[in-house]
Each structure stands twice: as C-alpha cells, then as structure tokens.
T-cell receptor
Framework: DTEVTQTPKHLVMGMTNKKSLKCEQH?????MYWYKQKAKKPPELMFV???????INESVPSRFSPECPNSSLLNLHLHALQPEDSALYLC????????????FGAGTRLSVL | GEDVEQSLFLSVREGDSSVINCTYT??????LYWYKQEPGAGLQLLTY?????DMKQDQRLTVLLNKKDKHLSLRIADTQTGDSAIYFC????????????FGTGTQLKVEL
C-alpha cells in the first residue's frame, strides 16, 4: 500500500477563516512533506518533518502552520490567507534514507476568496 | 545551483514513442525520479534511477542517464492517450535533507 490520503479534496475559505488540511499515511514513513503547487508549475516545498520534528521550513509565511501529531499524521493549519495562496496543496511521505521515494497524496485544491 | 530544466511541451501520435528530456546542474545527485501528474491529481511516481546507473527499463518506460552531460530522459514506448499528462523529473542529493528538486515539467499530449 503506497497511499497517502489528504482531506478535504476541495476547500474554499475567506481571508479571515481558520481551516486545516489533513494528511495520513500508514506506510511507516518517518518523513512527511507539504508542497504548494500552482497550475502547470512544479510543486514547491513548504515544510519537511522528520521523525515528527520540523526539519525544513522553506521560509513559509506564518499564516501557514504545520503540525505533526504522530508518525502517521500531518496537518497544515491555515489562518488569514491571501487570494494568492490559492493553489493545490500536496502532502507526501517517504523513508528517511535509501531511495527516499516520495509518495504523494491527491492534494487539496484551496481557493481563498 | 539546483536548476532542473525540461522542455515545456511535447505532442506525439498514439502508438509512437515519446522522449521527455531533463537537464540538471547538481552533480551530487544520488537518485533521479520521473513523476506523472494528470489534471487535478497528485504526483504519481513512474520510475527512478540511481546515479551510478546508465539505463533502467520498466515495461514501456526506459530511463537513460548521462552523468557527464547531466542529462536524463524518459522514453515511453507505444504511447497511449492515457499517457497524456505533465511529466516532472526530480533529483535528490546527499546532504539535501530529503529535499526533492523538481524540473519545470513537460506537458505530453497524445493525439489520435
């Protein structure tokens, strides 16, 4: 099973709302990732968690707040977003060594009004 | 530098072979990957190659790696309409902290 599950699939929020994106995997991977992807562009790395600790933050604005409550779950808390934050948000997971193959979820399509 | 470049668009006829090219600049890459993304979907891993290999074949897919020229290619034999998608190459390198660097993406259109 190489499945990474993301919920919700679609999300529409206003600039004053607070919402959360969720990601779950049961492959025993200890590295999990959040990416942001604009249309027809490659994914841009936002955050990396390794063994439930934040290891990479690619200078993401504080209105995005990641959380890794356990080795299977990854959340992205959203607050006071801007319209330019509208994008596809992808979660991925991988082992922490070896081939480092990252398996991606289907993404959450976020629209900020 | 960590730039990974691909041509933006490729159009082929059904049944023909497709070749998608990728050039990268980081010689310390350890693994290189090809991902496929269909409209509205996440990224699907197609195949990968270790940096000390020259070629890898997996059913209709053939990956060629030229380390000297830092050139990676993906050949899809007998291309089908279901192969229409955006294809991303990606690299990871030792000491990069599990950070994937993606190419710019190639949109493959398969025509009947």
């Amino acid at each position: 099973d190489t499945e990474v599950t993301q919920t919700p699939k679609h999300l529409v929020m206003g600039m004053t709302n607070k919402k959360s994106l969720k990601c779950e995997q049961h492959m025993g991977h200890r590295a999990m990732y959040w990416y942001k992807q604009k249309a027809k562009k490659p994914p841009e790395l936002m955050f990396v968690y390794s063994y439930e600790k934040l290891s990479i933050n690619e200078s993401v604005p504080s209105r995005f707040s990641p959380e890794c409550p356990n080795s299977s779950l990854l959340n992205l808390h959203l607050h006071a977003l801007q319209p330019e934050d509208s994008a596809l948000y992808l979660c991925a997971s991988s082992t922490t060594g070896g081939k480092n193959i990252q398996y991606f979820g289907a993404g959450t399509r976020l629209s900020v009004l | 530098g960590e730039d990974v470049e691909q041509s933006l668009f490729l159009s082929v006829r059904e049944g023909d072979s497709s070749v998608i090219n990728c050039t990268y600049t980081d010689s310390s890459s350890t693994y290189l990957y090809w991902y496929k993304q269909e409209p509205g979907a996440g990224l699907q891993l197609l195949t990968y190659i270790f940096s000390n290999m020259d070629m890898k074949q997996d059913q209709r897919l053939t990956v060629l790696l030229n380390k000297k020229d830092k050139h990676l290619s993906l050949r899809i034999a007998d291309t089908q309409t279901g192969d229409s998608a955006i294809y991303f190459c990606a690299e990871i390198f030792t000491g990069g902290g599990n950070k994937l660097t993606f190419g710019t993406g190639t949109q493959l259109k398969v025509e009947l």
